[in-house]
Antibody
Framework: EAHLVQSGAEMKDPGESLKIACKASEDSFNNYWIGWVRQKPGKGLEWMGIIYPGDSDTRYSPSFEGQVTISVDTAISTAYVEWHSLRASDSAKYYC??????????WGQGTLVTVSS | DIQLTQSPSFLSASVGDRVTITCRASQGIGHYLAWYQQQPEKAPKLLIYAASTLQSGVPSRFSGSGSGTEFTLTIKSLRPEDAASYYCQQVDNYPWTFGQGTKVAIK
């Protein structure tokens, strides 16, 4: 089972850019889809999108397409999600996941993003 | 997008009770459904995948069933540590989607 370690909490102003990271501690990073999930305070889970590190094939939820960019750096087994212009409504905890057999079998600890002026 | 509707949204039960949560899909998804448990202030944890396969390390009191549009998660004998929110997720068609969640409390 992969161990996913995410970057630390962030506090940003509206309009700023941000890139958060998810590092996998396994040699088979290239062979599993890595996903991102948003959870707003007190709310449920929202699927954002997923990337296959082997070829960078990326799928987005329509709710997030154009709002975020998901990418990977295979040399350091790290996946990212990036915003170019944050909004207050982006404040949430973001989880990265590893997609195993028909489910997300590993989760990072979450990165809390707070956007406020 | 495929919509997943969980019921109930909240339930309160006693230790030892049998608990059932239902997840209904807006269209058929075969057996491409997973269940997660999220304890307070923790990351979610995979319980069941492919509708009925227990993830390694998950206690056998948890079970899943169903196919097509209707699925259930059952906790055979509720324990205090099962107080959590539970979510279903479909991985049949992009965009993958989650149900809205069911919060389970212990009486």
């Amino acid at each position: 089972e992969a161990h996913l370690v995410q970057s630390g909490a962030e506090m940003k102003d509206p309009g700023e850019s941000l890139k958060i990271a998810c590092k996998a501690s396994e040699d088979s990073f290239n062979n599993y889809w890595i996903g991102w999930v948003r959870q707003k305070p007190g709310k449920g889970l929202e699927w954002m999108g997923i990337i296959y590190p082997g070829d960078s094939d990326t799928r987005y939820s329509p709710s997030f397409e154009g709002q975020v960019t998901i990418s990977v750096d295979t040399a350091i087994s790290t996946a990212y999600v990036e915003w170019h212009s944050l909004r207050a409504s982006d404040s949430a905890k973001y989880y990265c996941t590893r997609h195993g057999d028909y489910g997300e079998d590993s989760w990072g600890q979450g990165t809390l993003v707070t956007v406020s002026s | 997008d495929i919509q997943l509707t969980q019921s109930p949204s909240f339930l309160s039960a006693s230790v030892g009770d049998r608990v059932t949560i239902t997840c209904r899909a807006s269209q058929g998804i075969g057996h491409y459904l997973a269940w997660y448990q999220q304890q307070p202030e923790k990351a979610p944890k995979l319980l069941i995948y492919a509708a009925s396969t227990l993830q390694s390390g998950v206690p056998s009191r948890f079970s899943g069933s169903g196919s097509g549009t209707e699925f259930t998660l059952t906790i055979k004998s509720l324990r205090p540590e099962d107080a959590a929110s539970y979510y279903c997720q479909q991985v049949d068609n992009y965009p993958w989607t989650f149900g809205q969640g069911t919060k389970v409390a212990i009486k």
